[in-house]
């Protein structure tokens, strides 16, 4: 099956927790890599955003990724990829042209969707759709007290254009319940057309190392607790809230230790600033956007994962930290209350609540992470796999197409 996905803004090559990339190019680049195992043949297009890329480029055997020209090559918001829809949109039409055969076409987020349509009516090609977040879900979500960058304007256009990709798509993929749930009542998306396929990760790659040996490669400290954050320092992932709530496990547990994976300099030292204000700022490592060889090593060294989010579509990190049998604190948000069982890979707590979040890293540090370990590994091992993701994305492609090559 030749598969073509669309994914505007998220080049799945990018290191996550750099400029605007996160959770969506890694899932775009593993279920790409895992359809390729399977014999798919996968072109992802993406804008070019950086000028040292090259315009194709391997991403596994039968998986490439095709940087598209449109704006200058620069990262850029997402919100601000309207400016150059149009110009995107023809060099994914001018691609589809070239390649051709494409049987189906899978987009990643609304601009993508857009995209995709016009795809779709010129082509004939189905549309499997997956949102990643849904605009009147993280509209309602945002917090009245910190800055809102997007334009009630763009908030209405895009509800309007996935109302629409939920009309007009062949398919569209849920994470999670809740998204699914969000899909047809806010959206208006057929309940025919929603599938349920949570995201998995490769527990080949993604899996425990012993933590001694991981922290001494790490240059990290043994012997203390360790809390690790991973992703983009944005508000709404509820990074102040996790340097509040540390203030106050740091006062029951002194030596423990604050690390922190991803965000750009600016971001860093926004959340840097806090941390030395509430005292702890020689408490707390700020290590950047990592490769995907060291993310398990961090995971298998860190005591716990925090995962303080104030909206989560579903909260690939959280998988992540359970695949490498560390126990994760999440917000009762999202995906995330539904793939964080309670009490059994750690435990689940209210967003934007500092204090309820040091009180839920505290008992799962004080429990230690042996306790937690056998569960984590069988909730991602029972559900949360990359075959079952990559099958069951492989199952609605075929129902929603009549594939030209097998």
Request: charged share 20%.
């Given at each position: ?9 998220a ?21 790409a ?6 014999g ?52 994914v039409?001018?691609l ?7 049987d189906v ?5 609304w ?79 057929p ?91 020689d ?15 961090y ?33 009762r ?27 839920g ?30 099958r ?15």
């Open positions: 099956m030749r598969v073509l996905m669309i994914s505007d803004h080049d799945p090559l990018a290191l996550p927790g750099s400029n605007f990339h996160g959770g969506q190019n890694v899932y775009v680049r593993q279920l890599t895992r359809l390729a195992a399977s798919c043949h996968v072109d992802v297009a993406t804008r070019a955003d950086a000028p040292d890329f090259p315009a194709w480029q391997p991403i596994a055997e039968g998986a490439q990724v095709v940087r598209v020209e449109a704006g200058p090559r620069a990262p850029m918001p997402r919100d601000r990829f309207g400016s150059v829809l149009d110009a995107f949109s023809r060099g039409d001018d589809c042209e070239q390649r051709g055969g494409y076409v899978h987009s990643h987020y601009f993508s969707g857009v995209a995709a349509l016009g795809l779709a009516a010129r082509h004939g090609l189905p549309v499997v759709h997956s949102h990643h977040s849904i605009g009147a879900v993280r509209r309602q979500s945002l917090d009245t007290h910190q800055p809102v960058t997007t334009s009630p304007e763009l908030f209405d256009e895009r509800h309007q254009q996935e109302c629409r990709i939920g009309r007009e798509a062949a398919a569209v993929v849920a994470n999670c319940p809740a998204e699914a749930a969000d899909m047809q009542h806010l959206l208006g998306t309940a025919e057309a929603v599938h349920l396929v949570p995201p998995g990760v490769d527990t080949a790659v993604l899996r425990p190392f012993d933590q001694t040996a991981a922290r001494e490669r790490l240059g990290l400290p043994l012997g203390v607790p360790l809390v690790l954050f991973v992703g983009r320092l944005e508000a709404r992932k509820g990074c102040l809230d996790l340097v509040k709530a540390f203030a106050r496990v740091s006062v029951v547990l002194p030596h423990a230790r604050l690390v922190v994976v991803g965000g750009t300099a600016h971001e860093t030292q926004v959340v840097r600033d806090l941390a030395a204000q509430l005292g702890f700022g408490r707390t490592e700020f290590r950047g956007s990592v490769s995907h060889e060291l993310t398990p090593l995971y298998s060294a860190a005591d716990v994962t925090a995962v303080p989010s104030h909206y989560e579509p579903f909260g690939l990190v959280a998988i992540e930290s359970m695949a490498c049998a560390t126990p994760v604190v999440a917000t948000v999202g995906g995330l209350a539904w793939s964080v069982v309670d009490g059994r890979c750690g435990a689940l707590v209210p967003a934007r609540e500092p204090i309820s979040l040091a009180c890293l505290l008992d799962v540090l004080t429990a230690g992470r042996d306790r937690y370990r056998r569960s984590c590994l069988d909730q991602v091992a029972q559900h949360f796999t990359v075959d079952l993701w990559s069951g994305i492989l199952d609605v492609y075929r129902a929603v197409s009549s594939p030209v090559t097998t």
